[in-house]
DNA sequence: TATGAATGAGGATTCATTCAT
DNA sequence: CATGAATGAATCCTCATTCAT
């Protein structure tokens, strides 16, 4: 569970908007160990104790702030999947691939905080979410679009695609490699299709 | 530099090694945060005093750690790559990739312990180097091998076998998700494969 | 700046009236080094973390009470200079010397925690500040009085005068020699007048 | 007690000198209380367990500062107290203090980490006797030359001319103000003179 | 005697969390 | 609801001292 409850007065969904926000800032600025609450609480303009208000405690922060990154990834993709839906396949990949790039551009602090401040092994719950519904995703594209190969295929097919695309596209957001964005679309695009199984 | 004294006395090198193997387990069990240096001298049935006759503090454990890592990796990768220098292409990268995956999976706590408990912000200074010295070998390898694509190619693709090449077979160990290793092992080869820029 | 947080609550200046009041008994007692942080929290019936509320850290505890100490003393010391001003030379730097012991004595402890039990090479900024100020003061009275001597001279009284006065004072104050408090003032009295420089 | 044992060999001796050499380096360099004993061993190029062969403890070595200090000292300022004894009263006061200041010159380090590194209320012992010794040699002064006040002064002027002589040429070897040798002896014989009690 | 590895109590400081106001 | 003072366990690290070799 993460939030201690849901406020609906307008007064304190700002107040939790601060906290979350302070939280990135805090994050990013002094890593997941020297984020304090005090921290957060001051950058926020909030007193120590509001924190406790709304938050259970010190991870419950972490957790929404991975929840909103991860909600506001989704939004910004869907219109793309949307369009992605009635193109060819290769077009579609290329689709699909570009709005990842943008969505994850648009919030690079908020995903370097998380990616790169917080330990692996902590950011299991909600991140593991994505993985799965992404996972569950492609692997209904192969079965959509009549790709029976066997299941074992489509399993590997699936792990291996989900995870080159999503390190790839993140360590380009965030490394900023010295690669023009049209030739790292084309090279995963490529390595995408390689990975798809072939129909029988 | 990692130590604080080279210890002379074969008692010492043993308070050494008691200590780095203590790190590993506690750094694996509880993450990088709650790896004190209090927990790991008693895991290690050591005073807390004594770590610091040989770590000039606690990051200096983790350095130590990954530097062995490395340095046991690198061991045991020597041979395979000897080996693959006389081989056809695909052979070749074929031998490497088992090879790192037996590597890694001798070492699988001691990589679970850093890749997964430890931000990537914080990963030390040691496996940059790694990195480093990897696309290095790579690019030269391109060079070798009279594939003189532009450099802004190789460079690219470099960093694209690079991250792609580290990613999945460190996830491939420590995850260990439901792939026959062959498999796993064809897959990669030929993402790899289609990443190399072709001779002009 | 000594204190971390101005507190505006009652019960935060008590906190810290607390702390420091613990400081001088810890100080007094158990002299600079083995004044711990945990000792002081202790003698104050606070936590070691009330400590750090308002003060950055150790030393600044140390600091605050020695500018409480000058502040003291400075405020005990003024009527005296004022009425001081009124006398002809030699019975005014008498009225200043005995002012000066009655300030010294009422923060006899105090003085002994700072002065005794601190290395005279720590002896915080605020002490500095005050010689600095003396040493002005009694410059500028030498002006004021006509006697214009070449400047070395006047420096050197100056010098002399204060090192005399303070050490003197303090001493007699904190070793309690069996010396007739007037048969101390006379003398000291007669010291300065002799180093006072006469006037062309 | 100070030395654990008195060496006689020549080896052990040297020891002892190079612990002391190194103490006074120490402590000049870090502080009374960053004067650890390990430092003080390494610094000498002996064994931290060497150090309890010759000291109890480490205050044991400050000790054997202070006392090195105070014989070399004496040693320095006992032909000057001997030439004294033949000159008339005001010459005798001037062949001393120059005796003195140019005995602590020679000493300036020394004198400087134990009067300024170490607080004032762990000097006493050694540095008492001195004080003691020094006082009773003037006392006995004021008999021989038949200055024959009531005890009270002589005890007196006693007190107030060890406080200031010690104080004031302690502080103008060490803080090196500008005042010119000549005229600061001038200065203090001065003061030394007007303090002296006349005979009946 | 000398060594130096080992000790472990103790020190300064941090920080998630609580609770009286 | 909000505040912010207070908490106290936990953290990293130091250092005088001991003792097996």
């Known amino acids: 569970?993460?939030?201690?409850?849901?406020?609906?007065?307008?007064?304190?969904?700002?107040?939790?908007?601060?906290i979350v926000a302070a939280g990135v800032r805090v994050l990013a600025q002094h890593g997941y160990q020297?984020?304090?609450?005090?921290?957060?609480a001051t950058e926020a303009g909030v007193s120590p104790g509001s924190i406790y208000q709304y938050f259970a405690d010190k991870d419950a922060i972490v957790a929404e702030i991975t929840r909103?990154?991860?909600?506001?990834?989704?939004?910004?993709?869907?219109?793309?999947?949307?369009?992605?839906?009635?193109?060819?396949?290769g077009e579609a990949t290329r689709v699909v691939i570009e709005a990842v790039l943008d969505a994850l551009g648009q919030?690079?602090?908020?995903?370097?905080?998380?990616?790169?401040?917080?330990?692996q092994a902590e950011q299991v719950a909600t991140l593991q979410d994505v993985r799965t519904r992404l996972s569950d995703a492609i692997f209904n594209l192969f079965l959509i679009q009549g790709i029976d190969a066997d299941e074992d295929a489509l399993t590997r097919a699936t792990w291996m695609i989900v995870e080159v695309s999503e390190h790839l596209t993140i360590r380009y957001v965030l490394d900023a490699p010295a690669i023009a964005r049209e030739d790292f679309v084309a090279d995963l695009e490529r390595v995408i299709e390689g990975l798809t199984p072939t129909p029988r």
Chains 1, 2, 3, 4 share one sequence.
């Open 107 to 119: 919030h690079a602090d908020l995903l370097r905080a998380i990616v790169d401040r917080i330990p």
């Open 34 to 40: 020297h984020a304090s609450t005090n921290r957060i």
């Open 1 to 18: 569970m993460t939030a201690r409850r849901r406020p609906r007065q307008e007064r304190s969904q700002q107040t939790v908007d601060r």
């Open 68 to 89: 909103r990154l991860v909600d506001e990834f989704a939004a910004a993709l869907t219109p793309a999947l949307r369009r992605a839906a009635s193109r060819p396949r």
